[in-house]
């Protein structure tokens, strides 16, 4: 059974919304296992992340999708508070070999959500992690995923909550295409 987590911080629940379509698109693809955790403001105190509860079930995962809204240009405080508590398991290279892959949202249709992507990726790969992206060109697919063009993983934008749809189907096929590498990979 493949393990396939998607961890993420939301706001104001957009990026939640995204979430829950990478995990439905990673738990159509049988003998997968989904675990989606969401960090929470509780979990971190003082300034430090302190889940190691949501940890435990990364290091046990054998893909992880991460998942921020674009703040200010990168990743949330919250999202950061977690990256920076996973350099215990970046020491003894504990998600090494794990396959990954990122998503976000933004209010602007060029509000810097790739660098938040491109963070993400920095991030997995400091672990030792398999980077997945988006293997489609941006609207030229039949169905018109990857609505805004990006390769790296999905990128989301909406300005008043509500998610465009393509986007959505963009986030449910990311979640499929890393149960399906990571099934590959594991085999």
Partial sequence: ????????????????????????????????????????GADIRAGRFRNSKLLAQLTDADAIVFGSPTYMGSVSAQFKAFADASSEHWETQLWANKVAAGFTIGSNFSGDQLHTLQYLQILANQHGMLWAGLDIPGNYNTAGLNRLGAQSGVIAQSADGVLHETDLLTAHYLGRRVAQLSKRFAA
């Avoid at 911080?9 to 049988?30: M, N, Y």
């Fill in 1 to 40: 059974m493949i393990k396939v987590a998607v961890v993420f911080h939301s706001a104001s629940g957009s990026t939640r919304q995204l979430a829950a379509a990478v995990a439905a698109g990673a738990a159509t693809e049988p003998d997968v296992n989904v675990i989606q955790t969401e960090i929470a």
